[in-house]
């Protein structure tokens, strides 16, 4: 059974930066980043592929950058110019297949169990 694995999370005031890093059991082509509220549906942050390319969210473009490493079988995602908007648990997705599109559509069979993001004013 593959793992996924989610660290960084943590507090942090409104502009600051925080690191998040997903550690995989093994190699999948599409991972991506999700986030979600209480009550709210999960929504895409960033999505990368093994051929580099990547997707964001509107909300975060420019100040979220998402990396891949296809040989350490992790993925980052550096979260800059935070706001309290930001605030939720956020969960690491992965898919071995190199099918479809690698976006927030894709029906990712991998999840980890999600690290938290505070963002305060």
């Known amino acids: 059974q593959a793992q996924l694995v989610e660290s960084g999370g943590g507090s942090v005031q409104a502009g600051g930066s925080l690191s998040l890093s997903c550690q995989a059991s093994?190699?999948?082509?599409?991972m991506g980043w999700f986030r979600q509220l209480p009550g709210l549906p999960r929504e895409g942050v960033a999505t990368s592929d093994s051929d580099g390319r990547t997707t964001y969210a509107e909300s975060v473009k420019g100040r979220f950058s998402i990396s891949k490493d296809n040989f350490g079988h992790s993925l980052h995602l550096q979260m800059d110019s935070l706001s309290p908007e930001d605030t939720a648990m956020y969960y690491c997705a992965a898919d071995p297949y190199r099918s479809d599109g690698c976006n927030f559509g894709r029906n990712f069979p991998y999840w980890g169990q999600g690290t938290q993001v505070t963002v305060s004013s």
């Open positions: 093994r190699y999948f082509y599409c």
